[in-house]
Each structure stands twice: as C-alpha cells, then as structure tokens.
C-alpha cells in the first residue's frame, strides 16, 4: 500500500514514521513544513495535495495534520476551522478522485462529557468549544464527501515527541516538590503508538471498506491527576502530586468531565485487542527514558 500521511511533523505523523521502519507498507510523509524525511505540503493547498496522490499513487491518506492548541483556537477559531475542517475535506477530495480511502483522525471533544456512561459512535456530539466545533465541522465534511473513510476518534493523546500531557508532567513532577493536578475530569490516556499500531492493524487486514466513524483509545478509566501521579511513579520522582478541582484552573476554554470512549465497534470490526493505559504508560516512560539517554 502507499500510504500518505498529512501532519508528519506531529506527535501521531512522528509515531507513524517510527513504525514505517518495520512495515512492508511504503510511505510519503508530509507536513506544513518539510524536513528531513518529510515533505512539505500544505494539505488545504487542493492542487498540490492531489499532485502528490497522483505522483505517488496513494492508495491511503492518513490524516495527523491538525489545529490542536485549544486555549489558541478560542481566539483564531477561523485558522481552526481552515486545519480542522476545510484541510479534511480537501483530502477528502483528493481520495475521493483518486479511489482512496482517508483516515482521518478526530476527538473525545466533540462530545460534552455529560454522560457517566462511554460514549458510543452514534451518540449525539455536543461541541463545548471552538477547537471541538471545528473537529466535528471535519468529521461532517468528510462523511458528506463521498469518499471511503475511517474516522477514528481519539483521546488524551501523548507520546515521546512534541507538546502533550505525558511531557509535561514529567517534567514538572522531576523539578518541583509538589503539583496540582485536576481530578474532576475523567478519560483514558492513549499512547500515540498504540493508535498508529492500530490503524495499520486496519490496512494491513483489508478493512479499508468498512466506511464508519470508530472510537479508539487505549483501555481503562482515570482523571488527569490519576495519570500524573503514574506518571510521576514511572519516573519515579519524589513529587506530591495532589488532587484539586477544574474550577482551581480558570480558562477560556471548556472541557468535558467526563470524555471516555467505548471501543466495542474498533475491537469487533477489526479483531483488534486494545492494551490498557497503565500498561502503554510504562512503556512510554521506557522509551522516553531511552531517547532522553540517547540524546
Ligand atoms: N493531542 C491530543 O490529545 C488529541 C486528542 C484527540 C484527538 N487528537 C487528534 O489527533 C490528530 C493528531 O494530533 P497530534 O497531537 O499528533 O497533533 P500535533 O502534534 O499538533 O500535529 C499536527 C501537525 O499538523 C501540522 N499541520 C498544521 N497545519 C497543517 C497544514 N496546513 N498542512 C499540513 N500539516 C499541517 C502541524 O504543523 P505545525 O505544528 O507547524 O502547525 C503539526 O505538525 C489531530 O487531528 C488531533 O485533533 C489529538
């Protein structure tokens, strides 16, 4: 197969390229800016992301481009819309011509956390926020486009590269005595490598026809003070890490409380076992602990 991927350059694109090494699969890695093994391609440039699908004779699209910083897209929900919704729905087009299938990558956010029960794929999204609006706004225009397509909602997403939760509480738990860490917002951390192995899961044993929205995260429940305490553990610092409540941390922008995903219609599809957060977790900090000594 040849896979394009969008959004190279970002913690989910850098995790596909590490497990390009060992795929049988070929691939051609975009992002805005190119570098390296990365080409660039703005991917809302139609012309040019259709040139490249043709050249290379794309068989699958995988969307990891995106508008992910939430606090910005409250303030410039324009320049959201243009990454998270009109990007899409040019790949969308692109696949759609060239007989493709676009997996597109989307988010816990577009529900409201209301519920107390995991979200299946047919409840009905209630957006909070702006960033939220704008990935819904992507899923709408890929499923009216006509192409074939995977969209895959995801959640509390981190890995060894880039700006996430897992690096960032690393890092504080390692230089400060204590931190505070809310506790009343519920969901399952989802090592980006887990995702990737499960998305070329689905190419790998011919699943591309099976056209749907599907939720994907790694197993199991805890609140964001939940995994900074594990994650403080893994590395095993000495900070107290300590329980408050979102009203501690005033923002703009509004999460849900309650973002877990049911994963039942991802694992019965595509007979694929799914593992749990702490388990992925201590392989993380295994391998975060290995690139920082290799540096
Ligand atoms: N992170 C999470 O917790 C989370 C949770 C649920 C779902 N998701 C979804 O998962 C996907 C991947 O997330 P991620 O955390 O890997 O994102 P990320 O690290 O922010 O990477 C996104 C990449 O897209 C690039 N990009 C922006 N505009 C582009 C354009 N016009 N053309 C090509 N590339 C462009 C960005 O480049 P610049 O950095 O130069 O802008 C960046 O390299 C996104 O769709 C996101 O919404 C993420």
Excluded at 59 to 77: L, P
Aim: proline letters at 3%.
């Amino acid at each position: 197969m040849n896979i394009l991927i969008t959004g190279a350059r970002g913690q989910l694109g850098r995790t596909f390229m590490d497990l390009s090494r060992g795929s049988d699969n070929r691939f051609i890695f975009t992002d805005i800016t190119g570098d390296g093994d990365v080409v660039a391609l703005d991917a809302t440039n139609a012309e040019e992301v259709r040139k490249v699908v043709e050249v290379n004779d794309v068989d699958v699209i995988i969307n990891c481009a995106g508008y992910t910083d939430v606090n910005r897209a409250e303030d410039d929900e324009d320049m959201a819309r243009r990454i998270n919704a009109f990007l899409p729905e040019v790949l969308a087009a692109a696949a759609k011509e060239a007989d493709a299938t676009l997996i597109h990558i989307s988010t816990d956010y577009v529900f409201d956390g209301n519920s107390s029960v995991p979200y299946v794929e047919t409840d009905k999204p209630a957006p909070l926020g702006a960033y939220a609006r704008t990935k819904l706004e992507g899923e709408q225009v890929v499923m009216e486009s006509g192409c074939r397509y995977l969209i895959i909602r995801t959640a509390w997403l981190y890995s060894c590269y880039g700006k996430n939760f897992f690096k960032t509480m690393e890092s504080l738990t390692s230089e400060r005595p204590s931190v505070n860490v809310v506790m009343d917002q519920v969901g399952t951390p989802t090592y980006a490598q887990d995702l990737a192995e499960a998305i070329l899961h689905v190419i790998d044993n011919d699943h591309l026809d099976k056209t749907g929205i599907y939720h994907y995260t790694d197993e199991g429940v805890c609140s964001w003070y939940d995994f900074a305490a594990a994650i403080c553990r893994g590395f095993g610092y000495l900070c107290d890490v300590r329980p408050c409540r979102t009203e501690d941390f005033p923002s703009k922008v509004r999460r849900p409380s309650y973002s877990v995903l049911d994963k039942s219609l991802f694992k019965t599809t595509f007979g694929c076992e799914i593992p749990h957060w702490e388990d992925s977790l201590a392989i993380a900090v295994a391998d975060y602990m290995k690139m920082m000594s290799n540096k």
